[in-house]
């Protein structure tokens, strides 16, 4: 049987072992200054003729079949490796985020698992970002709410992701003690005018703040919507317009020269 004829769960275990997978890194860029702060690391899969296969063709297999456990697990380490890095060669309050699947944000082994990975790698906890949605802290919240308690109390940070997707509930938003909120990017269109998504926006960004979160806003893919979320104060962006997500050669490059976001807008748009 070729390798492409298998079952997908099959080859996904194969691409792991022929080190087929790749963490890619997109800019998490602070509103206020233009500067990078921080990396999501995103995961990518390496097909032999040079092409990518995004995480939204196999993530739900890797689901399905539990094998969401081990790459989580991979992607982890291979991020804390990597942010040890770069904290070290360029700041040293560089952060980089990794996605956890309500799989691993359940399992019994997570907090250990993390300890490991920063251990092994030299990172600081304080270098490592956890992201999870809210249906997966939903998911068991007695459990969700002692895996937050640990991970805080080692020195982890945690963000609640695509916030607005779900069921947005403020009860949650109370009981779980995130360090950030991603506003997720189906809220960050249209901001001219009346708008309605700009008074959402613009309510979450302050409900977070009074609850002590930073805000992040997801898919910024025009200066408009820059421009609109630093009038409202948002915190960090992450989007098409800074850039995608590039392998970590690429994404080094960019801290090499210290790139800063606003440098390239115009008197008019700064
Ligand atoms: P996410 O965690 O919400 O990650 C952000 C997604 O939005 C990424 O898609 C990113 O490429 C995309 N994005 C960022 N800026 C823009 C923009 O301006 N416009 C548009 N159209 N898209 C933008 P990606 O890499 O395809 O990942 C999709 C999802 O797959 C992630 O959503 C996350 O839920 C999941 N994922 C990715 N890597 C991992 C991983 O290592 N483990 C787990 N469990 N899930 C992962
Ligand atoms: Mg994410
Ligand atoms: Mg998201």
């Not at 895996?147 to 695509?162: K, N, T, Y």
């Not at 003690?177 to 309605?196: N, T």
Request: aromatic share 10%; net charge negative.
């Amino acid at each position: 049987m070729t390798r492409l004829s298998q079952p997908l769960h099959q080859r996904l275990s194969t691409a792991l072992v022929h080190d087929e997978f790749e963490v890619n890194y997109q800019p998490l860029v602070d509103l206020s200054t233009g500067e990078i702060a921080g990396a999501e690391a995103l995961i990518r899969w390496r097909h032999h003729d040079g092409t990518y296969a995004m995480p939204g063709a196999f993530i739900p297999q890797c689901e399905k079949t539990g094998f969401i456990i081990t790459l989580d697990q991979w992607v982890l380490k291979n991020a804390c490796a990597q942010a040890a890095a770069w904290r070290r060669k360029f700041a040293a309050n560089f952060t980089v985020a990794v996605n956890l699947s309500a799989h691993q944000f359940s399992h019994p082994l997570l907090i250990s698992v993390v300890r490991d990975a920063l251990r092994q790698c030299g990172l600081d906890a304080a270098g490592l970002e956890l992201e999870v949605t809210e249906s997966a802290a939903m998911h068991d919240a007695d459990q969700s709410e002692r895996a937050i308690e640990e991970l805080r109390a080692l020195g982890v940070r945690l963000s609640l992701d695509d916030f607005g997707t779900g069921y947005s509930s403020l009860s949650y938003l109370h009981r779980f003690p995130f360090h950030k909120l991603k506003i997720d990017r189906s809220f960050i269109g249209d901001f001219s005018g009346k708008a309605r998504g700009s008074a959402i926006v613009g309510a979450i960004v302050a409900l977070a703040q009074a609850l002590d979160m930073r805000v992040v806003a997801e898919g910024i893919e025009r200066v408009d919507q820059l421009t609109f979320l630093r009038s409202v104060r948002c915190d960090v962006g992450q989007g098409f317009w800074f850039g995608q997500a590039v392998p970590a050669p690429q994404f080094e490059r960019l801290l090499e020269a210290g790139h800063n976001y606003y440098a390239q807008m115009t008197a008019a748009e700064a």
